[in-house]
């Protein structure tokens, strides 16, 4: 009888049971709660938080179901933060007596996370609403230093099990209304199967990035024991476009000290034909092979407070760079060397843009705003070859020194058998770049030659010079001055200069060549116009005498060329020369101004000229039929 009994008791028991996971769901209806659970979750997290529809069902497995999830962003945005349009979530009930949480399923659909930033800098991921009196009310209390992998929910998800995980349709949108610039990565589908922690994890990834396949694969894991701060192994490959994206090879730990040591890669990477797939062709520019090659290996570990990268290889091209980093977020060391660097390939084909006249407008006192506290940057660059607007220089030494909204970067280098040293510095808020360098016995006529094509004057250079500059507008806002010295050199002449000095019959011009023994002068440069001192190059008993101006903009002379004999009193002793038209395609003729003065009265050369009796004799024989032939 009392088996019958208990036994009686027992089958009332599983009745009663059976009836409270029946019809509990109905009793506890959380669409009932559901402006208490959005207010309180809207004030925990700052966002407000709006929920479509809530079920809860507990057999034959216990389930949630959420639909029209939305996260909201700040009053003055007009997208979600965040949507959802249904999450499921299934569980075994009697693992989960049992202290085990065995996932049947966990569906996420059509999840959708929307970045914008505004065109005052600001995003919509940054909430006003954090720290009201809502928030403070339900905020968690101050821990002990209690981490994600410490923490008693990681315990429990210790012995976490998924059958099944799914995101399907999910997509991401990143809108800069500060710059313009717009990204989308959708059709986001992720799958997972029999996920448990003691195991690895695999993780395949598919979608649509700005119209380009995107997959990411990998696993990573176990995950087990990260509470104990035990490392779990990472190994994640990306394809964007079937081009090799990166690899992800190394590990990380989420203990008391969370860190990460990671080595990066990405082979045999084109950048030109990303970009292609992607829909964002380049401009076209001065080398259309250029961007064909890129690979990138780094190994990076860190804390989040710190970050260090070792053994940095960046190949582009033909070009290598070498570099380490190291930084604590507010300070950042970095060292550098660039083997060679043809810079001009990389330039685009039509430089007009350089070209515009004119100096940019300041930047208004609306637009004059505090610039945000950014990391102290420290560092040493070193570049073995550099072509840069046509120059060649060699071992470049530089000193990279960055706080607030002013860069200084003294450096050295070597320039065309000579030397160059000084300092570069960056203005933030004026976008200005200001140059203060010395040339010591620098080979000028190669230099002239590489960037003007004019291989004159020739002769070893010793300048100094003070410049300022916007370089989006270069050489437009080119401002500055500066002095020189040569010593032992010589002028060249193009050939319409040397059948004028024909008649001019000077011994010291020679073919067209000028040899002095010294010169000296100074510069000023507004607004890309150079005009040019009293530049003398000496050779007595002659002094060539050089006045006038350049506009680098326009790429165009307007110089004046006089022969004088070496006192300086003497009167000219040949008919001064202008040098007028393009820098690749100057045209020389006599200063008209002064020939209509000698037609009038020519004492005054006729007197200077008995000085050298060499010229007199050339002038008596060639000055009439000059005359004749410019009137």
């Known amino acids: 009888m009392k088996a019958r009994k208990y036994l009686m008791i027992a089958f009332g028991l599983i009745l009663l049971a059976t009836a409270i996971l029946l019809f509990a769901p109905r009793l506890v209806n959380l669409e009932r709660h559901r402006a208490l659970i959005e207010h309180r979750m809207s004030a925990l997290t700052g966002y407000p938080i709006t929920i479509g529809g809530l079920k809860l069902t507990l057999l034959p497995r216990l389930g949630v179901k959420i639909t029209r999830l939305r996260i909201g962003s700040p009053q003055h945005f007009s997208e979600d933060l965040f949507t959802m349009r249904s999450l499921e979530m299934r569980i075994r009930l009697w693992p989960l007596l049992r202290g085990e949480i065995q996932v049947q399923r966990f569906i996420a659909n059509a999840p959708c996370i929307t970045l914008i930033r505004n065109s005052q800098g600001q995003g919509n991921w940054q909430h006003a609403t954090a720290g009201s009196p809502e928030a403070q009310d339900t905020a968690i209390p101050p821990g002990t230093g209690e981490t994600a992998a410490t923490s008693p929910i990681w315990e429990m998800l210790k012995n976490l099990s998924l059958r099944k995980m799914a995101i399907r349709n999910g997509a991401c949108f990143w809108q800069d209304e500060k710059n313009g610039s717009h990204h989308q990565i959708s059709a986001i589908q992720l799958e997972a199967r029999g996920i448990e922690m003691k195991r690895p994890v695999q993780l395949t990834l598919t979608g649509d990035f700005n119209g380009a396949q995107l997959e990411v694969t990998g696993q990573v894991g176990p995950l087990d024991d990260l509470s104990e701060g035990e490392p779990a192994d990472l190994n994640i490959n990306a394809r964007l476009a079937e081009e090799n994206l990166l690899h992800l090879e190394g590990e990380i730990a989420l203990g008391k000290q969370p860190s990460g040591n990671i080595t990066v890669y990405v082979e045999h990477l084109s950048p030109r034909g990303l970009l292609a797939a992607l829909g964002r062709n380049l401009p076209r520019l001065a080398d259309p092979e250029t961007l064909s090659h890129a690979s990138l290996e780094a190994r990076l570990t860190g804390t989040p407070h710190a970050l260090k990268i070792e053994g940095g290889i960046l190949r582009l091209d033909d070009s290598t760079l070498d570099f380490s980093l190291e930084t604590n977020w507010n300070t950042v060391k970095l ?20 070209r515009r006249a004119g100096t940019p407008a300041p930047p208004s006192a609306k637009g004059r705003k505090a610039i945000p506290n950014t990391p102290v940057i420290q560092g040493d660059l070193k570049i073995g070859r550099l072509k840069i607007g046509k120059m060649r220089l060699r071992e470049i030494g530089a000193r990279v020194e960055c706080a607030q909204e002013r860069c200084h970067v003294p450096l050295a280098l070597k320039l065309y058998d000579g030397t160059a040293k000084g300092s570069f510095d960056w203005y933030h808020r004026q976008q200005e770049l200001q140059a203060n360098m010395q040339l010591n016995s620098v080979q000028i006529g190669r230099l002239m030659q590489d960037v003007t094509g004019i291989s004159s004057p020739q002769g070893a250079l010793n300048a100094s010079f003070n410049l300022s500059a916007n370089p989006v507008r270069f050489p437009a806002t080119l401002s500055g001055n500066g002095t020189l010295d040569m010593k032992q050199g010589s002028l060249l002449f193009p050939p319409a200069l040397k059948t004028l000095f024909t008649f001019w019959k000077v011994p010291a011009l020679g073919k067209g060549k000028f040899d002095f023994s010294k010169a000296h002068g100074s510069f000023t440069i507004t607004d890309g116009r150079m005009t040019l001192g009293e530049t003398v190059f000496e050779r007595p008993p002659l002094r060539m005498h050089v006045t006038g101006e350049a506009n680098l903009v326009r790429e165009t002379l307007n110089l004046g060329l006089a022969l004088r004999g070496s006192d300086p009193n003497d009167e000219m002793v040949t008919v001064p020369l202008r040098i007028t038209g393009k820098f690749s395609r100057p045209v020389c003729q006599p200063d008209n101004a002064f020939l209509r003065r000698l ?22 024989k060639h000055g009439t039929e000059l005359l004749n032939e410019l009137f």
């Open 335 to 354: 060292k550098a060397y660039l083997n060679n660097l043809d810079a001009d390939r990389y330039f685009p084909a039509d430089a007009s843009f350089m």
């Open 599 to 620: 037609k009038e009265d020519s004492s005054p050369l006729q007197e200077a000229l008995k000085k050298d009796s060499k010229s007199l004799k050339a002038l008596k």
